[in-house]
């Protein structure tokens, strides 16, 4: 049983809903931090001797195409994260489809491989946003990992495991975020804040559990910005700060535990395209 292990690939100040703060005018502005962080991520990588997927932000890949190039050498997959980190729901169709379509030019000019999967910004698949995975499916995208089955983050109603969705274009298949049911909610805790919130002892034997009991594989998610314990804050809302910032040094070493007891591959191994 393998485990689904993806990396956003983004910079410290990749963050959503934030435009007066990190608008993309002002990226240029920022130190760039996203290559040598992810270095870090893929000697991780190595010394685990493992392969994950790596959700690549259009902008990163055209100012960074010697990092790309070095991350499919090292094997991994390389899949899209939409161009300017722009959530679905402040994008029309028209706008969506050429950010995406742009990310996957500039990664497929790089590797020469067809890309397969994509990451929306923030997880934004939502009710109002489900004609995106149409528009996904017609640019020849094999899977989406952006559906949360939670309310706020994502819907309830989603569903909790790999499976196919029907659109326009085709089927398409749907990696959502792993969750666990916790009173009246589903609960993340595998990547992200939720990783750095919930105990390790938890995150571990709940992906165990999942493994064994129902013959599921879990999805974790990192950033690179999260093995960075130095990079510069920018002035956020409380909540964001939280959420960014929030005991971003047990990134680390949760990851490295998680890669040392349970197996992981990219998506595309676990769903066997
Ligand atoms: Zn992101």
Redesign the pocket.
């Given at each position: 049983m393998i485990n689904a292990l993806t990396v956003?690939l983004?910079d410290w100040y990749?963050i959503?809903g934030t435009e007066d703060n990190a608008a993309p005018s002002k990226w240029a502005e920022y130190e760039s931090r996203v290559t040598r962080n992810t270095e870090t991520v893929l000697s991780i990588l190595k010394a685990y001797d493992t392969k994950a997927t790596f959700?690549i932000?259009g902008y990163i890949a055209e100012k960074e195409p010697d990092l790309i190039s070095a991350i499919h050498k090292e094997g991994h997959e390389l899949a899209i994260?939409g161009y300017y980190?722009r959530r679905l729901f402040e994008l029309s169709r028209e706008e969506f489809e050429e950010d995406v379509r742009k990310s996957i030019d500039v990664v497929t000019a790089i590797t020469g491989e067809k890309v397969l999967g994509y990451?929306a910004?923030?997880w934004s698949i939502r009710n109002n946003t489900l004609w995106a995975l149409g528009v996904l499916k017609k640019l020849g995208i094999m899977y989406d990992s952006s559906m949360v089955p939670l309310t706020r983050m994502g819907e309830r109603n989603f569903g909790l495991y790999p499976h196919t969705i029907k659109t326009e274009y085709g089927d398409i298949l749907e990696f959502p975020l792993t969750t666990m049911r916790f009173f009246w909610e589903n609960l993340p805790f595998t990547g992200g804040l939720p990783l750095r919130i919930a105990p390790y002892w938890y995150t571990l034997s709940k992906l165990k559990w999942m493994n064994k009991r129902y013959g599921q594989s879990g999805l974790v998610y990192v950033?690179p910005w999260e093995f960075d314990n130095e990079h510069p804050e920018i002035d956020l809302p409380l909540s964001r700060k939280f959420m960014h910032y929030f005991r971003m040094t047990t990134t680390r070493p949760k990851i490295e535990g998680l890669l040392k007891h349970l197996k992981f591959g990219p998506i595309r191994n676990v769903l066997a395209l």
């Open positions: 956003d983004e990749h959503c959700f932000l994260h980190h990451r910004p923030e950033h």
